[in-house]
């Protein structure tokens, strides 16, 4: 019996006549990560998005942990199959969690308030409930005493742990990070990513659009190159940066790896 916990198949999406994902199939196994790198507008959050629903995919399938395939190609006909195919993407969209690049706090709500607001709206977690777990996630990544401070009042890499304690307040069976450093000053960039690496270790599953390369090849167990909307190669990190199979990702490493050259 396969452990995929998420398995997507033949992705494609469009805006316009920009075909961004042609045909991507990826499967997530419980307690893995994946990391997905590429050149920009290779279409790395595009999948992840899809992924959670936050996009449509224009044709593929997806499932989730061993139930049935949601379908993206063509709508269902009539009125129940539509419904079910609906409950099946909601579904879906619960079971996962998203951080973003940009933090996203709401800037009008304390740190455990911007915490605690999915688990209390969202899952009717009771208050004082979704509270105490809050302040024990804030713990977790060292915001304890943060608690009661607004997102202005914090640094961009407090305000990214807060993000991530925020997804983690859901507790969710799959955690999406869209590019979760990318924002940050380098001297910030090690918090998150400590973070991060501790979640890993501690079995979570995780599909990660980064640029940051090292993290990848240290803390993935799988690592998707995309370009021009398809994988353009697939495979373990220490045979994908060490040995490349592709002209296109040995071009991208080494512009990446060695950009004075």
Known sequence: MSDALLTARGIHKSFGDNHVLRGIDL???????????????????????????LETPDAGTLAFDGGPSVTFEGAPRS????????ARRTALRDRSAMVFQHHNLFPHKTVLQNVTEGPVQ???VPRAQAEERGRALLDRVGLAEKADAYPR????GQQQRVGIVRALALEPDLLLFDEPTSSLDPELVGDV????????DEGWTMVVVTHELQFARSVADEVLFLDGGVVAER??????????????TRQFLHRILHPLD
Not at 79 to 86: K, N, Y
Not at 153 to 156: A, D, F, I, N, Y
Not at 235 to 248: C, K, T, V
């Open 27 to 53: 499967e997530v196994r419980r307690g893995q990560v994946v990391a997905l790198i590429g050149p920009s507008g290779s279409g790395k959050t595009t999948m992840l998005r899809s992924l959670n629903g």
């Open 79 to 86: 009125g129940r199959a539509r419904r079910a195919a609906e």
């Open 122 to 124: 969202v899952q009717r």
């Open 153 to 156: 009042q914090l640094s961009g």
């Open 193 to 200: 990513l400590s973070v991060m690496k501790g979640l890993a």
């Open 235 to 248: 495979g373990a990190p220490a045979q994908l940066f060490s040995a490349p199979r592709e002209e296109r």
